[in-house]
């Protein structure tokens, strides 16, 4: 699979409304987003201090999560969780610790096959 352009991460007001759902988990409504948003608590990698990020779970069995980074290796939370991959995972109304650890791509390129008509 070739992908042929990325998209820029959202800047200014997209970005604003884009960070809306950490609101809703910070004032304790996360689960009104379902299983399939998670709040990502994870380590700056040049601050040191934490950070978040709302993304969507692809995928989640006994193994764990599985989230797509919808701008590729350079979003910041990527690039964070691979320098530091211990993180929380806030899903619904609970939180988990987690080890990151990225997927090969062909296993990616299936879930993310398997995923889309969902």
């Given amino acids: 699979m070739e992908i042929v352009k990325r998209p820029a991460p959202p800047a200014g007001l997209r970005r604003r409304l884009w960070r809306l759902p950490i609101v809703l988990y910070r004032v304790g409504l996360g689960r009104l987003l379902g299983q399939r948003i998670m709040l990502l608590t994870h380590t700056g990698r040049v601050s040191g201090r934490p950070r978040q990020a709302v993304i969507e ?3 989640h069995d006994e193994q764990g999560y599985v989230a797509a980074s919808g701008f590729g290796r350079r979003a910041d ?5 691979m320098a ?3 993180v929380t995972l806030h899903v619904g109304g609970r939180a988990v610790q987690a080890t990151a650890a990225p997927i090969p791509e062909e296993q990616g ?4 096959a398997a995923y889309a008509p969902r």
């Fill in 77 to 81: 939370w990527y690039r964070n969780v």
């Fill in 57 to 59: 779970v692809v995928q």
């Fill in 84 to 86: 530091t991959p211990e």
């Fill in 109 to 112: 390129a299936e879930i993310m």
